[in-house]
């Protein structure tokens, strides 16, 4: 893998976990907004999300690969 391609993946990682926690933040203000739970338990859902996302973005190239 060239540098350049080694460089791209890792701005692409990080980008993901910059937009999985922006909607995570996001998810944590809307649900807060409306008043069905406290801000704690809002807050919880939206951590909870972005472990799973990253979780999932850790396990899948293990599951895709193809051994022979």
């Known amino acids: 893998m060239t540098p350049a391609a080694r460089h791209s993946d890792s701005i692409v990682s990080a980008m993901e ?4 926690a922006t909607f995570g933040l996001v998810v944590w203000i809307v649900i807060w907004s ?14 909870v999300l972005v472990l799973v996302v ?3 973005r850790n ?3 293990y599951l895709s690969r193809k051994d022979k």
């Open 17 to 20: 976990l910059v937009v999985t």
């Open 34 to 47: 409306l008043g069905t739970v406290s801000g704690f338990d809002a807050a919880i859902i939206g951590i």
């Open 54 to 56: 990253t979780a999932l």
């Open 59 to 61: 396990v899948v190239p």
